[in-house]
């Protein structure tokens, strides 16, 4: 498929993208080679492949599902401004 000058100029000018006369020029071409590019895609026999949504076949790594205080809650409460009896503590905020 060819793009003229005047079909670019709209494209460019849809997408808010300031194009000189000699940047038009080009981008026409380069439009162009994409719609062909694409039109050469839609040639190829794709029937009994099954859409995928990556090119690389990977599992999910997974951990188990443990409910944890994290082993460790002197750590934790050490990066606490205000800690009593092993929790939080924090200002009241509602009167």
Request: glycine share 8%; aromatic share 4%; charged share 25%.
């Amino acid at each position: 498929m060819s793009l003229d000058r005047a079909t670019v100029a709209k494209i460019a000018h849809l997408a808010r993208i300031r194009l000189d006369e000699a940047e038009l020029d080009s981008m026409t071409g380069e439009l162009s080679g994409i719609l062909d590019f694409v039109e050469q895609l839609a040639e190829v026999n794709t029937d009994g492949v099954e859409p995928m949504t990556s090119v690389a076949q990977q599992g999910l790594r997974r951990r188990a599902d443990e409910v944890t205080d994290g082993g460790y809650p002197e750590k934790v409460l050490a990066n606490a401004p205000s800690a009593k009896a092993g929790f939080f503590t924090v200002p009241k905020v509602v009167e």
